[in-house]
């Protein structure tokens, strides 16, 4: 009786399952590579969007940066038309929610933000806290923080970080300042560790800003917490924003958290150090000018210029 042929090679259970899975992989990698280009939005063909590299998956709102932002920040207006013409929305955002307004108002480009707000973009589109106009406020650029105000019925932040009179006072941008003050920005708001616009632009040494909130009736005494502007004037070395401090009545004893004076904190031979040093208690004709001021209150401030007091006078309590 002849015998009966073994099987060449022999699988067990495990061996069988793992063939399985091995073909299971192989099939579908067969049926991927199968798949039409247009399910597999990462290998969709480029396309130029006036002059600019478009990955086509990019006509999504929520997708990633665009060729319509970055023609916006970079103030291409001829690009930014061509863009809306093609089927863009205006108000594109990215994942971080920044829209192409965010950019152009960040590049300073009026005139592609005009375009942008013209066609309906959304001034008051927020990416943690950070709108339009902070964006302006933080470029410098006074016209298209006019644009913005214009359009929006709101100078205030509910978000402690973005702040537009924050960033105009910190960086320097007088003229924002200005604007944001005219339509009603609140000139003492206190933010949690960073303290009142008076206090960062001490912080930041911006003289011109510092000048303009003290004469619009900014309060001297409030800084950040216990810490004054002038405890921060004196940590930044600036003799300037130190004495104008003192005119507009800052206390040179105060005392931080720390228990520290401006004093305490300036450093030995320096400029700073000197003017305080220097500055005397104040005359009467100065504390009779603070008084009044604060009576007044910065929102009638601007009607001392129509009591009946001698010119002069008038010119005195207007520090003019």
């Given at each position: 009786m002849g015998r009966k042929a073994e099987p060449r090679f022999a699988y067990s259970g495990a061996e069988e399952e793992r063939g399985v899975c091995y073909c299971f992989v192989f099939i579908m990698a067969v049926v991927q590579t199968e798949v039409a280009p247009c399910s597999q939005p990462w290998l969709r063909p480029f396309h130029i969007y006036g002059g600019l590299a478009c990955n086509s998956l990019m006509a999504d709102s929520w997708s990633d940066r665009t060729p319509l932002h970055e023609a916006a920040y970079q103030g291409r207006l001829l690009n930014v038309r061509t863009l809306i013409a093609q089927g863009f929305h205006v108000d594109m955002m990215t994942v971080d929610r920044v829209s192409p307004l965010h950019e152009a108002c960040l590049g300073g480009r009026y005139a592609c933000a005009k375009f942008l707000v013209d066609h309906g973009a959304n001034v008051r589109l927020s990416t943690d806290g950070a709108t339009p106009l902070f964006n302006a406020c933080s470029s410098g650029s006074a016209a298209c923080v006019r644009l913005i105000l214009q359009h929006s019925s709101s100078v205030h932040t509910t978000y402690h970080l973005a702040s537009p009179i924050h960033e105009a006072a910190k960086k320097g941008h007088r003229e924002c300042l200005e604007l944001l003050l005219s339509h009603g920005a609140h000139i003492d708001l206190e933010l949690p560790g960073v303290g009142t616009p008076l206090y960062s632009a001490c912080v930041a040494q911006a003289t011109?800003?510092?000048?303009?909130?003290?004469?619009?009736?900014?309060?001297?005494?409030?800084?950040?917490?216990?810490?004054?502007?002038?405890?921060?004037?004196?940590?930044?070395?600036?003799?300037?924003?130190?004495?104008?401090?003192?005119?507009y009545g800052a206390d040179g004893s105060c005392r931080n958290a720390e228990g520290k004076t401006p004093l305490d904190l300036a450093a030995p031979n320096s400029t700073v150090r000197t003017v305080l040093q220097k500055r005397g208690p104040c005359s009467l004709s100065q504390q009779c000018r603070l008084s009044i001021?604060?009576?007044?209150?910065?929102?009638?401030?601007?009607?001392?210029?129509?009591?009946?007091?001698?010119?002069?006078?008038?010119?005195?309590?207007?520090?003019?």
């Open positions: 011109e800003c510092v000048e303009r909130l003290l004469h619009s009736g900014a309060d001297v005494r409030l800084g950040c917490g216990q810490d004054s502007p002038l405890h921060a004037a004196v940590r930044g070395g600036g003799a300037d924003v130190v004495e104008l401090l003192m005119d001021r604060r009576s007044l209150g910065r929102s009638r401030l601007h009607r001392a210029s129509s009591l009946f007091l001698p010119h002069s006078l008038t010119e005195f309590l207007l520090f003019q």
